[in-house]
């Protein structure tokens, strides 16, 4: 593995039944990159994010995290190395029973000796950065969505990680919210040099944020380029979702599928 990489996924493949989801996926992701990894719905990106970290098993190939192998650790194991990453869900994943102060701290609880009064320290910062100073007594359904992927943001920082994971960071929220998360995204790799996948199928977004871009389709990635090169890609299938085109193979072969049936 190179030194630099962070991520070595090689010959990944998942099945569920007789689908196959992922189709023999290799991928490096290297220090201080922000990946994007992009694709139509359901073709396995958050699949993907699942094996990354540990989640999901893989009917075959191997997954190394950190240099280690994930893919056969024990749960004490991947508890370990999960404190070297933060991960923002689609939906948030926030604990309704929980203020937002209680929420973003729930890692530091569960993972360090802090004290309360460190604890209370470190989350006041990780909210200023998101900018929701003063919000730590609200419960999650008093705030609006944006906000509430915020929250989730600050709670992915607070072990100071070296790695990211972002699921969909900008669905249901509006374009201007959307671009504050792609402007954090951005100003955390720029300041802090932390390493950051993010999957989304939000072109503007994608390429916004990117310093590379990886393109899913039918279980495999098709296309892996930084975004201008990416942007010039002559892979049909490619060209057809960056212009969001609805004639070219991806329509056709969706066609073609159900006239099988």
């Known amino acids: 593995m190179n030194a630099d990489s962070i991520i070595e996924v090689d010959g990944l493949s998942r099945t569920f039944g007789d689908r196959v989801v992922l189709d023999n996926v290799s991928l490096e992701v290297h220090r201080g990159e922000t990946l994007v990894i992009m694709g139509g719905s359901g073709c396995g990106k958050s699949t993907l994010l ?153 072109m503007d977004s994608a390429f916004r944020i990117g310093t590379r871009m990886a393109m899913l389709y039918q279980g495999k990635i098709i296309e892996d380029a930084e975004p201008e090169r990416f942007k010039q890609s002559k892979n049909p299938v490619v060209a057809q979702f960056l212009s969001g085109s609805t004639e070219g193979p991806i329509l056709e072969e969706s066609q073609d599928a159900i006239a099988t049936k």
């Open 50 to 202: 699942r094996h990354i970290i540990g989640v999901m098993k893989p009917t075959a190939g191997s997954v190394k995290l950190f240099g280690e192998e994930i893919t056969t650790l024990n749960e004490r194991e991947i508890t370990r190395v999960r404190r070297r990453f933060g991960m923002l869900f689609q939906s948030g994943a926030l604990l309704a029973s929980l203020t937002v102060g209680e929420n973003v701290a729930l890692p530091l609880v569960q993972h360090t000796d802090m004290s309360p009064d460190e604890v209370e320290e470190v989350v006041k910062q990780k909210l200023e950065i998101v900018g929701l100073s003063g919000f730590e007594n609200l419960k999650p359904a008093e705030i609006s969505g944006g906000m509430k992927k915020r929250v989730s943001l600050a709670r992915a920082l607070v072990l100071e990680p070296e790695l990211i994971l972002f699921d969909e960071p900008g669905a249901g929220l509006d374009p201007v919210i959307g671009s504050v998360i792609d402007e954090l995204i951005i100003s955390l790799s720029e300041k802090s040099k932390v390493t950051s996948i993010t999957v989304t199928h939000e």
